[in-house]
């Protein structure tokens, strides 16, 4: 028998767009489909004796997906009794499309012993420390053997995996950040996981305790002494008070101290149940009240070009910052409005009041990036490298991993300067890489590149804060140009843009976006997204871009 999967939400989703509940008739379960971040948990039964093959492992992926409710107690009922003890089932996670239900087919009994494979159509995969990598939208298949174990079928040996639907993952998991500083301590830098909503907070300090990934590694510290450990019983919270219980030795500097408050509080109060820390190391109490505050940036500084020059863009005028009237795809820096960058003719320019701070030879259509570090980040001199500006130096290179991909025709530094988004190929792709700088934020090399998974070509893109990426995306000829919205690790999100896009940037979120390009007839445009809406410009502009 078919039992549905066991949805429980709170009451007010129930009452919404009624009077009263009904009571003509007894409650029932049923199916729903959850979007993304519903808060709905799932929930699940053992096997019922008697199932068939198809049966059996149909009930345990649900009970997969409520996996994380039970630690996998119910999951466990549908193996052997050797299988239960092994299985790790959190090594991966294998997500799949919500859209479209997994296709379950059991082969023939041979000799109490039959296979069954499971097909669905996988989006991403998780690891085993929460990173997610997505796919290709590829069919996926797993194939499970079953054996009887007193006279009923039962799971054997399967693989350390969970299949799991989109839905089943945003409502049972967290896409959280683990703060790490930078090397100069200026601010801290986000590596993005995918953790158990339940009991969030010690799997957040379990992750920063085993450090940032890898590809991360030259850009960021952990203020986490080396050594410390985590009680088994992780971090309890009660009334909103994360106990905090790390063996390991107390930092010797203030400065030490005010990293690892920062670094904790920053990564804990993502949890919702957590509002405040009290954090021991050996059992020495560490201040968590001061704390230094957190960078600002302006990304919601509009910059426009036309036949005035360029300048600061408000809701009725332009502020002139520079008198070039060949100025294309304007920017400036994401905290000093005084430094403006653009594309000219011959190359990049960079003004800070008034004065030339950086002139930047070659050929950049998408324009120039503005790092929070004053740097100017300009045209592309080969395949690997990227002319970068604004010191007492001049013009100097900075090495791009992966040369192989293609040329680079634009580059977007993140907020926090700690990755650089770069759009390169003929047909144009996005990759993420990671900045390695040195002194006063020198930029040295862009490394650890990896390509964002899109359908279609990459026409401009942008970013939202230090943890959030906005894309512009061709899919074909013909068809209408999408806005992609992306949080770090996490899965996308697009809508539909009205015109022909050339160039595109984004503010401080995706409701704060600038197209530019051509409507059906051919006339140029450049448009403000207000809501879901689009309005022309409030003056007259060539190009437009947001501060960074």
Not at 23 to 40: K, M, Q, W
Not at 117 to 128: H, M
Request: aromatic residues 6%; charged residues 15%.
């Amino acid at each position: 028998m078919r039992r549905a999967l066991a949805l429980v939400t709170c009451a007010a989703l129930a009452l919404a767009g009624c009077a009263s509940l009904p009571t003509s008739s007894a409650p029932t379960t049923f199916d729903v489909s959850a979007r993304d971040g519903s808060g709905i948990q799932f929930s699940a039964e053992g096997p019922v004796d008697g199932s068939d093959a198809s049966t059996l492992v149909t009930d345990f992926l649900r009970a997969c997906a409520a996996g994380t409710q039970d630690d996998y107690a119910t999951a466990r009922l549908f193996l052997t009794a050797s299988s239960a003890r092994d299985w790790q089932p959190e090594t991966e996670i294998l997500v799949y499309d919500t859209d479209t239900a997994p296709s379950v087919n059991a082969g023939a009994e041979v000799a109490s012993q039959t296979e069954v494979n499971v097909s669905v159509l996988g989006v991403a995969s998780i690891d085993a420390s929460g990173v997610l990598t997505r796919s290709n939208g590829s069919t996926v298949s797993r194939t499970f053997t079953l054996v009887r174990e007193d006279g009923q079928w039962r799971i054997d040996a399967p693989e350390n995996m969970i299949l799991v639907s989109r839905a089943a993952l945003t409502a049972s998991y967290s896409l959280a950040n683990l703060y790490f500083p930078t090397t100069d301590g200026t601010d801290l830098v986000a590596d993005p996981r995918w953790y158990p909503s339940r009991r969030l907070a010690s799997h957040l300090l379990a992750g920063l305790i085993a450090g940032p990934r890898p590809s991360l590694a030259s850009a960021v510290s952990n203020a986490i002494p080396a050594g410390a450990t985590l009680p088994s019983h992780g971090v309890e919270v009660a009334d909103g008070v994360a106990n905090v219980e790390l063996t390991g030795p107390m930092p010797s500097s203030e400065g030490a101290h005010a990293s690892l408050a920062w670094q904790l509080t920053r990564t804990l109060k993502q949890a919702a149940d957590v509002a405040q820390l009290n954090v021991t190391l050996s059992g020495e109490a560490l201040d968590t009240e001061t704390i230094p505050p957190s960078p600002q940036y302006s990304l919601d500084t509009l910059v426009g070009a036309g036949a005035s020059g360029v300048g600061i863009v408000s809701s009725s005028a332009m502020a002139p910052r520079a008198s070039a009237t060949d100025a294309w795809a304007p920017t400036v820096s994401p905290v000093d409005s005084s430094l403006v960058a653009w594309t000219g003719a011959d190359g990049v320019y960079a003004e800070k009041d008034g004065t030339s701070v950086a002139f930047l030879p070659g050929q950049a259509p998408l324009g120039p990036s503005v790092d929070r570090y004053g740097w100017v980040w300009g045209p592309a001199t080969s395949a690997s490298w990227l002319s970068v500006g604004g010191g007492a130096d001049g013009a100097f290179s900075v090495g791009v991993e992966s040369d192989s991909a293609g040329d680079i025709r634009a580059v977007r530094i993140s907020p926090d300067g700690a990755r650089a988004l770069i759009i390169r190929g003929s047909t144009p792709s996005a990759w993420l890489g990671v900045v390695e700088r040195g002194l006063s934020g020198r930029p040295l090399a862009v490394r650890s590149l990896e390509q964002v998974a899109l359908d279609g070509s990459v026409i401009d893109a942008s970013w939202t804060s230090s943890t959030g990426i906005v894309l512009a995306v061709r899919a074909g000829t013909g068809e209408a140009d999408q806005l992609v919205t992306m949080p770090l690790g996490g899965l996308p999100s697009s809508v539909v843009l009205p015109i022909h896009v050339t160039s595109m940037s984004a503010g401080a979120s995706s409701a704060s976006v600038v197209i530019v390009g051509t409507d059906e007839a051919g006339k140029a445009q450049v448009l403000l997204r207000s809501g879901a809406l689009w309005q022309n410009a409030p003056v007259s502009l060539t190009s437009a871009r947001y501060a960074g």
